[in-house]
């Protein structure tokens, strides 16, 4: 039953990383970069050497998040980033590694690499893109998504909800 349950997931994963991640961090800022002209920094200033270094730990920052929270839904959720039953969101609550500092570490990695991205681009028009996205899913966290969890997994949201933070880090994990 695992193993079917397993091959039957692997396509779920791919659809929902494809339409989720990978939409919002390379295909729409592609599209921004494309239509607004921006230029590849000149690295001959010590304030862009320092810029794009940041922006590219941001990006692989927010790439480690985003894996660790995908494998977590997957191994301990037992579902996908996916929303439904048709793209198998997770059956379990996942309160492991990130999830015990912050609610939202998935988006939390995605708004690195985003503002990683505007970061090495130097371009306000990326950084545009971050605040509108930040502000998207602030909004759908918090009038559909939670409602849903709790739902859905009851109190255990619940109290999971009361004791760690949506956006800012808990410094010690709660347990």
Known sequence: MTNTRERQLWWRHLISFLIAPVTMTLVIPALIVASTGVRPLNLQSPATVGLVTVGALLIALGLGLLVWTVVLFDRLGKGTLGVGPVLGEPVKLVVRGPYRHVR?????????????EAAITAS???????????????????FWEEPHLEARYGTDYVEYRRNVPAWIPRISAWR
Do not use: E, H
């Open 124 to 142: 306000g028009w990326l950084l545009l893109w971050f605040v509108v996205f930040f502000t998207l899913q602030v909004t759908v966290i918090r």
């Open 104 to 116: 939202n570490p998935m988006i939390s990695g995605v708004l690195c690499i985003l503002l990683g």
